[in-house]
């Protein structure tokens, strides 16, 4: 569902999180992203990745659970 042209709020935002990690953790081009995302272009990579950062601003729970699974993935790539 994350590749589907689906734009379901739960699987928008999912899909905009992942974008946002590929983006933060990867030297993946934003049209390597997009690509990998079921074709988007490069603007809906910096479009979710501003969306997700200011989210993270504005919502402490949601910026809590960005954090949480960001230490999630850097304990798995130990």
């Known amino acids: 569902?994350?590749?589907a042209r689906t734009r379901k709020r739960e699987v928008a935002q999912t899909r905009q999180v992942a974008m946002y990690f590929c983006?933060?953790?990867t030297n993946n081009s934003l049209k390597t992203i997009?690509?990998?995302f079921g074709g988007?272009?490069?603007?809906?990579v910096i479009h979710a990745?501003?969306?997700v950062e200011n989210q993270i601003e504005t919502d402490n729970k949601?910026?809590?659970m960005i954090e949480d699974v960001q230490h999630r993935i850097s304990?798995?790539?130990r």
């Open 40 to 44: 988007r272009d490069h603007s809906t």
């Open 1 to 3: 569902q994350i590749r």
């Open 75 to 77: 304990m798995r790539m």
């Open 62 to 64: 949601f910026g809590q």
């Open 23 to 25: 983006k933060k953790l």
């Open 34 to 36: 997009g690509l990998q």
């Open 49 to 51: 990745y501003k969306t």
